[in-house]
């Protein structure tokens, strides 16, 4: 990252550093503008307006912490919400890990037609939530879906898997391990790039194959776990394609997500400073959980180089 | 973390304590050895066909519904093979129109529009500013670096009051605009992609060029960028996917129907149908995944470049 300064500085405003600065700033330029105006500015804005009454029409009544108050007093579907959302979360991310990497393993066993299964696994991230969701919706159909009438081809009986308050948030989290291709693919990347030198010591060693995976294999692929799960969270918290399409947040509130009950809040009854209070707790949650994982990180991700 | 440090630490990493600890799971999982030969290709195979059987399984139900007669879509139990294939469905869910609702083209052309702009700005605007991260040198660099890389973790909840108000307040509302400019300005994840390319690309190609005095400009445009075309298409097929598929955006901005794009128009389906007819249901559902499908098919690698370019480690 050296640069050689090639010019001799008459003065500051001539010198070429100064001009080098001038024309980075002019190159970052559309970011600042950018952020400004469609993130850093809303941020503020949104931070101010989660103390404030404004209903989009009377003009905003400062409220104080009246809104963070009722979400624990009075505002029974913010606790449904953040339960529901708390709950996908703790069970698809790591339940997608699981899954991506199983799937990476099994892709990196020098397979025939590797670009076959992998597009296989992959194709689902392409498909948009909307149509994923409609798509899954028929699946789950209870008379027509093909998961209750495989059920039946089996002998088991089907369930309504959308409409039964027990099983629905279930049947999301089923829906959203159909959606692991990118973390597999990272994974995958990462098993490719590992470096033999490793099993091959393991193997003049006389370790067998499980031992590998728990000794080398895993250490080695840490971060990239330890990546996709921060990916996954900040990506699962903010879920709301799903449940606005399959359930509507039904039945019963039983897929209420916080980003589904925080749409309804701005969009529906326009309370305008109460979403925003709502989109702060969000983002405390994911920021709650992914320091917890920076926290946790030191004890289970191995980086090659031992910094960290 | 340098990738080129591998070899280095290879050996001394086996005597780390990671080495000798899982001993309690390896004996309880097949005392330690995977089967050989045959019995272990048909494990991997069997695996192989189960999960992918399961993956496909949504694509072939969508497809089967998609080209069934209408009086077939009720029967019960399923057909599993359509007879006769209807392939005029699509015909149907592509120029069957409710009412006083516009064509289903209509929706294709707002979410073209959308998708083309978003492609363009993104890998320009992202561009341009991985470019300065990547190769000049300015006061506050690494601060306005780490700035951009924490706005990953804000949720789009909470810019998307403040924008709606912008927007509303500009009365652009239910308009495409909203959903076209914000991505003029660089997005996040984008530029920090491009910059760990870009930082590959050896300088002695840019610093030639600056001896023989071209400019910054000159030389962002003439070398940097024809030298980063699959880091550029890895960020275009993903911004295609992104903006093609996006759904919340359009949701909180588009109001009237002449305006919605398709997945606006795919979620209202129900709605506007005053039931399901599941087989234009899929066939709409199949013709709105499939440019994102084709995409897929002839750009593989720019897919899995645009996954792995950063690298992880960085």
């Known amino acids: 990252m050296t640069t050689v300064d090639f010019s001799r500085p008459d003065n500051f405003w001539q010198s070429r550093r100064f001009r080098d600065a001038m024309v980075a700033y002019a190159f970052i330029l559309p970011w600042v503008i950018g952020f400004i105006l469609f993130v850093g500015g809303p941020i503020v804005a949104s931070f101010v307006l989660s103390f404030f009454r404004w209903k989009m029409i009377a003009p905003p009544k400062f409220y104080g912490l009246t809104h963070y108050i009722s979400m624990v007093t009075t505002d029974e579907l913010f606790r449904i919400s953040i339960w529901v959302t708390f709950k996908f979360v703790i069970i698809s991310v790591p339940v997608s890990q699981v899954l991506a990497l199983g799937l990476a393993l099994l892709l990196n066993q020098r397979i025939k037609g590797l670009g076959f299964w992998r597009s296989a696994f992959y194709l689902p991230a392409v498909v ?3 149509a994923g969701s409609i798509i899954w ?18 002998g088991l009986e089907g369930r309504n898997w959308l409409y039964d308050r027990e099983l629905v948030l279930g049947s999301l989290i089923v829906k959203s391990l159909w959606n692991i291709g990118i973390p597999m693919v990272i994974y995958l990347a990462a098993l490719q790039g590992m470096p033999q030198q490793l099993y091959e010591a393991a193997d003049i060693d006389g370790s067998g194959e499980v031992s590998k995976f728990f000794a080398i294999t895993l250490p080695m692929l840490s971060p990239a776990v330890f990546f996709n799960i921060v990916m996954g969270i900040i990506a699962s918290v903010q879920t709301f394609a799903e449940p606005y399409v399959m359930t509507g947040g039904g039945p019963d509130n039983a897929t209420l997500f916080l980003g589904l ?12 400073g109460y979403a925003s ?10 920021f709650g959980l ?18 960290r | 973390m340098a990738v080129g440090n591998k070899t280095v630490h290879a050996t001394e990493h086996l005597h780390s304590k990671a080495y000798s600890r899982p001993s309690w799971l390896r004996t309880l999982l097949l005392g330690n050895r995977f089967p050989t030969g045959l019995l272990r290709l048909i494990i991997i195979y069997t695996l192989l066909v189960f999960s992918a059987f399961l993956f496909l399984l949504p694509f072939y139900w969508m497809v089967n ?21 209807m392939w005029s469905n699509f015909l149907t869910a592509f120029t069957v129109q409710y009412e006083t609702d516009p064509p289903v083209y209509n929706y294709a052309l707002n979410t073209a529009i959308v998708t083309v702009n978003g492609v363009v700005s993104t890998i320009f605007s992202s561009a341009l500013v991985a470019y300065a991260f990547a190769r000049l040198e300015f006061p506050g660099k690494n601060v306005i670096f780490l700035g951009i890389l924490s706005t990953l973790m804000i949720p789009f909840a909470v810019v998307m009051v403040p924008q709606f108000i912008i927007w509303r307040y500009m009365n652009w509302l239910d308009t495409l605009w909203p959903l076209m400019i914000p991505h003029w300005f660089g997005s996040a994840w984008n530029i920090f992609l491009l910059r760990q390319f870009f930082m590959t690309i050896p300088r002695e190609y840019d610093e030639a060029a600056y001896l023989d005095g071209a400019s910054r400009w000159h030389i962002f445009i003439r070398i940097i960028l024809p030298l980063s075309k699959p880091a550029l298409a890895a960020v275009a097929v993903f911004a295609f996917v992104f903006f093609w598929n996006d759904f919340l955006g359009p949701l909180i901005i588009l109001s009237t129907p002449e305006n919605f794009t398709l997945t606006l128009f795919l979620a209202n389906f129900n709605v506007a149908y005053r039931g399901t007819p599941w087989h234009l249901y899929m ?3 199949l013709i709105i995944i499939l440019p994102c499908l084709i995409l897929f098919f002839f750009s593989q690698n720019a897919f899995l470049k645009g996954i792995t370019v950063s690298d992880l480690k960085g």
């Open chain 1, 137 to 154: 919706v028929w699946m789950y159909h209870v008379e027509l879906g093909i998961v209750n009438n495989g059920l039946a081809l089996m």
């Open chain 1, 261 to 272: 009950h925080l749409y309804q809040n701005a969009f529906h009854y326009l309370k305008m």
């Open chain 1, 277 to 286: 209070a709502m989109a702060w707790i969000m983002f405390l949650l994911i």
């Open chain 2, 283 to 285: 066939a709409a559902a």
């Open chain 1, 128 to 130: 948009s939530g909307v």
């Open chain 2, 65 to 85: 519904t998609a080209l069934k007669p209408p009086n077939q879509v009720f029967t019960l139990p399923p057909t599993w093979i359509p007879k006769p294939v």
């Open chain 1, 290 to 307: 992914t320091v917890f994982q920076f926290g946790l990180a030191g004890r289970w991700v191995y980086y090659e180089g031992g910094a």
